[in-house]
């Protein structure tokens, strides 16, 4: 289900760095772990970064020391920034969250549509 909005996607070149922010799903009663994801044309999509609701966070070995995942849960929003960019960090990125605790009728997990970051040599 889609109701995730990302932003903060664009054209950098390497080295330099980029804020993602991912704002959603609403309400207070559902809460959500939460990652960010990537997707590089031909290839599948991989895990980038988690948070959970404990503030706990994991991250893929390839973006370990150079992106840092956060969270503003008053806000309802998470953040990734990304340092030291490489051209291999091309891809769309997407939020996702997962279900952690609620009432029944929580959905499961969302998806955002996603935002292009592109890193030039």
């Known amino acids: 289900q889609l109701s995730l909005v990302e932003t903060g996607g664009g054209s950098v070149q390497a080295g330099e760095s980029l804020r993602l922010s991912c704002l959603g799903p609403?309400?207070?009663?559902?809460?959500?772990?939460k990652s960010w994801f990537r997707q590089a044309p031909g290839v599948e999509r991989q895990f980038v970064s988690r948070?959970?609701?404990?503030?706990?966070?994991t991250y893929a070995d390839s973006v370990k020391g150079r992106f840092t995942i956060s969270q503003d849960r008053a806000k309802d929003e998470m953040y990734l920034q990304m340092n030291t960019l490489k051209p291999e960090d091309t891809a769309t990125y997407y939020c996702?969250?997962?279900?952690?605790?609620?009432?029944?009728?929580?959905?499961?997990?969302?998806w955002g549509r996603g935002t292009q970051v592109n890193v030039s040599s």
């Open positions: 996702k969250t997962d279900l952690r605790r609620g009432p029944n009728w929580c959905v499961r997990e969302h």
């Open positions: 609403g309400g207070t009663r559902c809460q959500y772990d």
């Open positions: 948070i959970n609701l404990d503030d706990t966070t």
